[in-house]
Every structure is written in C-alpha cells, then in structure tokens.
C-alpha cells in the first residue's frame, strides 16, 4: 500500500492532492483518446483527483477527453480549466466557461483559472469569475503564468484577493518562482500550482537525479516530483497518456527526501540568488 497523498488546502476550504493530472497536449489525435481517458481513470483511482485542462489544449480536445473519463466519476475529482486571455472579457469569459462546461460534460468547474494574462482589464475578469461563482458555474478561479507583480496588481483589483491559485512553470530546474513569487503566495494562501513538474523529461538524465534516484530504487521522475511535495502550498500536475508513467508518478509519494538530500540537489539545481523573470514553456 502507498503512502497517502499529501494535501493542499485552498483559501475557499476545499482540500486538493498535492500530486494531480495534466492534461496538456491531449485530444489532439483520435487515435490517442482510448490511451488518454485509460490514464486519466487510472490516475483518479490512484487518488490523484485533481484534473487539470484547458480550452486551449487541442482547441477544446482535451476537455471533451476530460468528460470523457468523468462520465460517470464527475464528483470523485477536482475539475479545473482555463480561459484564454482574448476570451477574458466580462460577456466572454462567461460564454468561454460554458463552452468548457459543455465539452466537460458538467454543470460546474471548481476552479476556473485565466491562462496568462491579456490585454483585457484584470478587474473585468474578476468580475466575470466572482460572476460566474454566484451562479454555479465555478466553484473557485486563479490565475497562471502570473509573477508578483501581476499578483499584486490582481490583489489590488476589486475582489482580486479570492484568487486561491497561480499555476505556473516550477520544477527542479525552474526555480526561480522560489525567490519571490512562491514565498508571496504562500503569505497569502494562494496555491501554486506547477505545470511540467518533470521539464517533460528534459531533466531525467541529470546524473545527479539519477544517482539518487538509484539509492531510493526510484526513478528520476520521482525524486523531481517528491521535490516539490517537498514544498508548502504546492500541487504538481504532470501529464501523461501511459498507464504505467501515472503508477510511477503515484509513487513518487512513497520518496521521502531527507534534509541531506534537498542540499544535494540545490547544488545540482541551485536556487536563485536574486529575482528571475517567471518562465513560460
């Protein structure tokens, strides 16, 4: 039996695994949809019930392979999508939320998160989302690939503090969220949420990873993710369309990195010393 998920809590009460499921770059091909909704199921019934999608992966695609594998499991998970910054008007973004809804195959999102940020109006968005709260449609919003200062001018707008999560790049060698951007939104109980958590596999052959992950008889992959279950408030969604990588990223929980460890590590991926402009991939 593996050790049970951590949890993070989010500023609206609900508790979330701290290891879900991306979806990114599913639904794009036919061929693939059987693999797609197999892992996602796979993935739900190991516990990682967070799901996370969005309208602009394969142009809707991937939400429809998302209702696909909730049929009959919609209240067993944590639904998140986003909108497009062009869609982030007030009459838009509603209408952006129940073409998801309709593709999701459900009548609400828990959280509903702006994809990066546009040239409509902060305020405007967030009165669409707190818009959409009070009708049902969404249980909770965020924002992603948002940096401090864009955080700090969302906290400013009206409402703009019931942000409860910024999804963005964060993995062992794109750290630079841990000078600044992490620390702000942990005072304020904003989740982040880490997208490409394993730099889609560009960093597995990191001899120093691979090293330890031998002396765990673990793989690569989950000394990366055990690293950032490693972090408070924080929520891994690494994607992936094989049953057997889901099983693998399941058990990257079992890894418990010691102190000794986490300082190997920050000299094969040193922290920053100073403020990084947040990435993007």
């Known amino acids: 039996m593996h050790d049970n998920l951590p949890t993070v809590t989010l ?3 609900s508790s979330v695994p701290a290891l879900g499921l991306g979806t990114w770059k599913m639904g794009e091909q036919k061929s693939r949809e059987r693999a797609e909704i197999d892992s996602l199921r796979l993935g739900i019934d190991l516990g990682m019930t967070l ?3 969005a309208e602009m992966y394969g142009d809707g695609g991937a939400e429809i392979v998302v209702g696909k594998a909730l049929e009959d499991r919609r209240d067993d998970v ?3 999508s986003k909108v497009y910054p062009w869609n982030a008007s007030f009459e838009k973004t509603v209408a952006a939320c129940e073409a998801s809804l ?3 195959g459900t009548d609400r999102l828990d959280l509903y998160l702006l994809h990066w940020r546009g040239d409509h109006p902060l305020d405007e968005t967030v009165r669409a989302f707190e818009h959409l709260k009070r009708q049902g449609k969404i249980e909770a919003w965020g924002v992603s690939n948002f940096d401090t200062d864009d955080m700090e001018e969302l906290f400013a707008a ?5 942000c409860v999560a910024n999804q963005v790049l964060y993995n062992l060698s794109r750290r630079g969220i841990e000078y600044d951007l992490l620390p702000w939104c942990q005072q304020r109980g904003v989740a982040i949420m880490a997208y490409s958590p394993i730099e889609q596999g560009r960093i597995l052959a990191n001899p120093v990873l691979v090293d330890m992950a031998k002396a765990y008889q673990a793989t690569p992959a989950q000394i990366a993710l055990a690293f950032l279950m490693e972090r408070e408030g ?3 969604i690494p994607k992936s ?3 057997k990588r889901i099983q693998e990223n399941r058990e ?3 890894v418990d990195l010691t102190d000794e460890d986490l300082a190997v590590l920050d000299e094969a991926f040193p922290p920053p010393a100073g403020k990084v402009p947040l990435e993007m991939i």
Do not use: C, H, Q, Y
């Open 11 to 13: 500023a609206n009460g």
């Open 51 to 53: 799901v996370d999608t």
């Open 78 to 80: 944590f639904l998140v």
């Open 102 to 104: 309709k593709r999701l």
């Open 158 to 162: 009206p409402d703009g503090e019931k």
């Open 234 to 236: 924080v929520i891994s």
């Open 241 to 243: 369309a094989s049953l």
């Open 252 to 254: 990257a929980v079992d």
